[in-house]
């Protein structure tokens, strides 16, 4: 693996995991607000309950992958039906398929310096490939710790705490665990 592949990967398979864990809970507990909200963040974006959060993740995808495949989407965000952790997990495969494949392309292009024009910023704005990548990386990451936080908060039992390195571990072949897995 390089480091795309462990932080694209890790990111995947952390935010499926607090998915999972929040497929647990009551309506309610995925709506209590937060005892902290740490709004860091220069853009509107409300970190205030468990569901929030998730969504925040999976909507941050989407709307890079619409911005780096030039497609238009509701930057509005999907509706609620469209924000139970099981919808939500639906739409991260979604989108993770497609962003990872737009990534993978640019790696094998070594194109992580090239630009593109994000039209569905107003103006339309230009970035860099590595540098989106790199901020979907780092402010998902910042959700995905503080989901954590309030699932551990919520009284959900998890594991780990997402790091890459767990990630790793979890796919590696030199794992016991995972080589039994394989077909």
Not at 69 to 93: C, F, H, I, T, Y
Not at 143 to 169: K, N, S, W
């Amino acid at each position: 693996m390089d480091l795309f592949d462990r932080f694209a990967g890790n990111d995947s398979w952390h935010t499926r995991r607090l998915l999972e864990y929040a497929g647990t809970l009551t309506e309610e507990q995925l709506d209590r607000p937060l005892p902290t909200v740490i709004e860091l963040l220069p853009w509107r974006e409300s970190n205030k309950t468990l569901r929030q959060l998730l969504e925040n993740i999976i909507f941050t995808k989407e709307v890079w992958t619409a911005a780096l495949s030039g497609a238009d989407m509701d930057v509005n965000g999907p509706p609620p039906s469209q924000r139970s952790p099981k919808a939500m997990l639906q739409r991260l495969e979604k989108t993770d398929a497609e962003l990872h494949r737009i990534f993978r392309d640019v790696r094998s292009r070594s194109a992580w310096d090239d630009t593109f024009v994000d039209a569905l910023c107003e103006p339309a704005e230009t970035f860099t490939f590595g540098g989106v990548f790199a901020h979907i990386m780092t402010f998902n990451a910042h959700r995905r710790l503080m989901a954590l936080d309030a699932l551990r908060q919520l009284g959900v039992p998890t594991e780990g705490f997402g790091d890459p390195m767990e990630y790793e571990e979890s796919v590696a072949p030199w794992n016991e665990r995972v080589a039994v897995k394989l077909p």
